[in-house]
Each structure stands twice: as C-alpha cells, then as structure tokens.
C-alpha cells in the first residue's frame, strides 16, 4: 500500500502561480512514476505531468510551458510548479503514484486549486 498526501492548492488570480506537492509513503519502490491529473466541475478527470524516478518527464499540451513538474526521491515527493494560472486551470488535482511495468494507480485525496476569471 502507498499512501499519498497533497498540499499547496488554493484561489490564485489569473496570471498566478502555486506550487503542489505530494508526499508519498508505504511500499515505495524505487521504480516508479509519479504525477499529477486534475478534474473540472463536470468534466473526466484529465492527465497534468508526470515524472518518473529516472527525472523522464510528460506534460499535457494544456500546461506545456507554463507547470513544471520536480520530485525529490529521497523524501518520496513530488512537486507541480504552476505558473500563468487560467480560469480553465480550476480543478481538483490529484496525485497519483505507480511502480514502473506494473499498472493501477494509487491516488491521493485530491487539492483544489480555483483560479476565478
């Protein structure tokens, strides 16, 4: 089992930056991927950035150039550096862990991060 806590949401005006993290503890192996999906009030849960412990990373077009995602695997925890927030980056964000060539997800409870247009 792998517990994940978040932190660092808020209400940020457009133009804005906030900086999640996300710690995570249990059965960690040192293969594995960490990240970051986010969902809208009526909308599917959409994927953000994620990280792997080799540093190899991946973000959403949406987010591109704008979210920088960072993990310290010495403290188990990752980072999502968001920068230039928008009215459409209002969202639920969820972090979320997985060991490398295995499948299934463990999520954390999800932090809001409102950006009012």
């Known amino acids: 089992q792998v517990q994940l806590v978040e932190s660092g949401g808020g209400l940020v005006q457009a133009g804005g930056s906030l900086r999640l993290s996300c710690a995570a503890s249990g059965s960690i192996f040192s293969g594995n991927a960490m990240g970051w999906y986010r969902q809208a009030p009526g909308k599917q849960r959409e994927f953000v950035a994620t990280?792997?412990?080799?540093?190899?990373?991946n973000y959403a077009d949406s987010v591109m150039g704008r979210f920088t995602i960072s993990r310290d695997n010495a403290k188990n925890t990752v980072y999502l550096q968001m920068n230039s927030l928008k009215p459409e980056d209002t969202a639920v964000y969820y972090c979320?862990?997985?060991?490398?060539?295995?499948?299934?997800?463990?999520w954390g409870q999800g932090t809001q991060v409102t950006v009012p247009s």
């Open positions: 979320y862990y997985r060991r490398l060539g295995y499948s299934g997800n463990y």
């Open positions: 990280i792997t412990t080799r540093d190899s990373t």
